[in-house]
């Protein structure tokens, strides 16, 4: 069993920032890579930023350059830092994280952005 717990979500006004974090805990052997996803009201869930576990990234070309995702391995802990939040943004966060051949996700967390 893979536990996922996120945090870091909120309120924020337009311009503003916000970090998520996703501990993973349980049966943790080898995660290869970490994830966030987002899915906004009516739409699909899509893709945010991905990290292996050599530290490889890539983002969506909605976020690049605003976010940064990182991890730290020795934690079983991924981050997403968000700058310059905007009403668009506004999603539940998702981290998902793949290990051998199992995806895990987590519960998700609520980013509003106000303009």
């Known amino acids: 069993q893979v536990q996922l717990v996120e945090s870091g979500g909120g309120l924020v006004q337009a311009g503003g920032s916000l970090r998520l974090s996703c501990a993973a805990s349980g049966s943790i052997f080898n995660i290869n890579v970490m994830g966030w996803y987002r899915q906004a009201p009516g739409k699909q869930r899509e893709l945010v930023a991905t990290i292996t576990s050599g530290g490889t990234t890539n983002y969506a070309d909605s976020v690049k350059g605003r976010v940064t995702i990182s991890r730290d391995n020795a934690k079983n802990t991924v981050y997403l830092q968000m700058n310059s939040l905007k009403p668009e943004d506004t999603a539940v966060y998702y981290c998902?994280?793949?290990?051998?051949?199992?995806?895990?996700w987590g519960q998700g967390t609520q980013v509003t952005v106000s303009s």
């Open positions: 998902k994280i793949s290990q051998y051949y199992s995806d895990y």
